[in-house]
């Protein structure tokens, strides 16, 4: 006899936890996280491994030109648009065992689970795994679901370089991840993506469950800062053009411009490449990256002016050029209301502690919900701590979230008795 949806199914929380252990192991980090960067030979063997567990849970796989993985389980109505669910695999260089393969391998545990419980929806279910999610080797983040979504050209996205000048087209032949779909012609009937929250509000509240009903939208600003390359301790301070100097004048103001816009806007520099980064050479060319990030579209905008335009200020005062690429952009997400209520109707079903919150970080849903309804679920993580070796997260939250996945995705994808 088939569960209605009303009853109180749940995932197998050792098995998922078993399977995000076993996916640790690939790609291991330096200190208990992960190096699998998109498109490397450990992302390669990741996928290999995904593959075969879903294989071995029916379903079966399409790969698309970006390397995107589609697992699907068929639904009783052929004509049914599927149901999406996943997030990605790739890590950042130090990243830890969750953020996005929790998403991932909770999506193939809800199907094994369904398996299990002989359970059969109307609409199919494809687990996914997005190529690119992180941006940390190719930028920008979210490639390939910005290619799905219709953002970015695949000629754009193959022509992405890490920073040893490898193509990310290259590099997706060289792995044998090129698959033959052209990019976003599946249809959507929803999309579900689960993920650890990526800061501290749900453990410090002790709430179980992240109901997300927006995503703050971002710029990625990449400065190419121009200066003279000179002896540090001979060339007289009157006369150096100093790349560096108007580089950390530009991350004070950076901050400053965030604080200014408070609440609820954040800024900083990630990444910073100086050249030739010898210690007694005045760098002659700077490379970084700002990142600002506000759910409020207007004050984005706002914040983008403001730091283009004072960091032209800073380089004219010091005769450093200053070159800006936009390396990434989306703006603020508003999630599916009916997807949103579903996932908190579950919640509320399994009796969980919830509460709706705004992601801080970019994720492929942002993208998806360009082209279907598109919601998302968070965990707790601990301390608040991602994009580091350090993250963790219990076996606890992890089903949890994964329960709440569960009685969602079985909503909307419709149980057939």
């Known amino acids: 006899m088939v569960a209605a949806p009303g009853e109180n199914m749940r995932i ?21 996280g992960n190096n699998r960067q998109t498109l490397t030979d450990a992302d390669a063997e990741g996928r290999r ?18 390397g995107t993985m589609f697992m699907t389980r068929p639904g009783t109505d052929p004509e049914a648009l599927p149901v999406y669910v996943g997030s990605h695999l790739d890590t950042q260089p130090t990243g830890g065992k969750y953020d996005g393969v929790l998403g991932v391998l909770a999506a193939l545990e809800v199907v094994r689970s369904m398996n299990d419980l002989g359970v059969k929806t109307k609409h199919p279910i494809v687990v996914t795994n997005w190529a690119n999610e992180e941006g940390a080797r190719f930028a920008p983040a979210m490639l390939a679901s910005g290619v799905f979504a ?14 040893d000048g490898k193509s990310y087209g290259e590099e997706l032949k060289r792995i044998g991840w090129l698959g033959d779909e052209d990019v976003g012609q599946r249809k959507m009937h929803a999309y579900f993506e689960y993920h650890i929250e990526q800061g501290p509000i749900l453990e410090a509240e002790n709430r179980q469950i992240g109901v997300v009903t927006h995503c703050q939208g971002l710029y990625w600003l990449e400065f190419t800062l121009t200066g003279r390359e000179a002896h540090t301790g001979s060339t007289p301070m009157a006369m150096r053009v100093n790349a560096g100097l108007a580089m950390s004048r530009i991350m004070e103001m950076v901050q400053a411009v965030a604080m200014e816009n408070q609440p609820g806007a954040v800024g900083g520099v990630g990444q910073v490449f100086f050249s030739p980064n010898s210690r007694n050479v005045l760098p002659g060319k700077v490379v ?53 209520g579903r996932v908190r109707e579950a919640a509320e079903k399994l009796g969980l502690s919830h509460m709706d919150i705004i992601s801080g970080a970019g994720h492929d849903a942002c993208w998806a919900a360009k082209v279907a309804p598109a919601t998302m679920i968070m965990c707790p993580c601990v301390g608040g701590l991602s994009h580091n070796e350090a993250e963790e997260i219990s076996k606890e939250w992890a089903a949890a979230g994964a329960d709440v996945l569960l009685h969602a995705v079985m909503e909307t994808a419709q149980i057939v008795e």
């Open 288 to 340: 970084f990256t700002v990142d600002i990030r506000t759910p409020d579209k207007a004050k984005l905008e706002r914040m983008r002016e403001k730091i283009q335009g004072e960091a032209s200020k800073v380089c004219e005062q010091l005769g450093v050029g200053c070159d800006v690429e936009q390396v990434g952009h989306f703006d603020p997400v508003t999630f599916d209301p009916v997807l949103v």
């Open 49 to 66: 491994l995904f593959q075969s567990w879903c294989e071995a849970a029916g379903l079966t796989m399409g790969v698309d030109k970006m």
């Open 150 to 163: 219709g953002i970015h050209t695949l000629e754009h996205a193959y022509s992405r370089k890490d920073p």
């Open 12 to 32: 197998d929380a050792d098995r998922l936890w078993d399977s995000l252990m076993d996916m640790a192991k690939i790609g291991p980090g330096i200190a208990g």
